[in-house]
């Protein structure tokens, strides 16, 4: 009986894995379909954009089109990351973090028409099935702090 549900286990990791690996693929493919073809709205659609302010997307939107002009892509792949990595950052003095939890870091290593390289880094994760882009959001602790009316608070 022990080996059965070992089996079984087993199985259900390769499974799982797989459905993983396929998301990995097909979001790069994605990627690099649209970058190929320089869509820049195809490359919107694979970012998670909940919860992103007009003017955080828009500077987004101008970087990704702007990374058109003279760079091919050299290699793009995921990486998976140690599980409970919650990426943040402070900019004026806000507190920024990642709209969907991470599952990997998405590595796109560009190369220009001078040979020149540069690595583009961006934290990926699941949401309601499919593997997306994540996006920075103000932090809700971050939001909480400055509404106005609020109670006493420690933030």
Avoid at 86 to 103: A, C, F, I, R, W
């Amino acid at each position: 009986m022990t080996l059965r549900k070992t089996l079984i286990t087993a199985f259900a990791i390769l499974i799982s894995n797989s459905a993983f690996a396929d998301q990995n693929r097909e979001l790069v493919q994605n990627y690099l379909n649209s970058f190929g073809s320089r869509d820049a709205q195809g490359i919107f659609n694979l970012i998670h954009w909940e919860g992103v302010d007009k003017e955080s997307r828009r500077s987004l939107q101008k970087y990704i089109k702007s990374g058109f002009k003279g760079r091919q892509i050299r290699r793009i792949f995921i990486e998976p990351i140690a599980e409970g990595t919650n990426p943040s950052y402070v900019q004026d003095g806000k507190t920024y973090e990642l709209n969907l939890k991470p599952s990997g870091q998405l590595n796109i290593v560009f190369i220009d028409n001078k040979n020149k390289r540069s690595t583009t880094k961006m934290y990926v994760g699941e949401h309601q099935g499919s593997l997306l882009i994540g996006s920075a959001v103000v932090a809700p602790e971050e939001l909480a702090c400055n509404a106005p009316n609020k109670e006493e608070q420690a933030c």
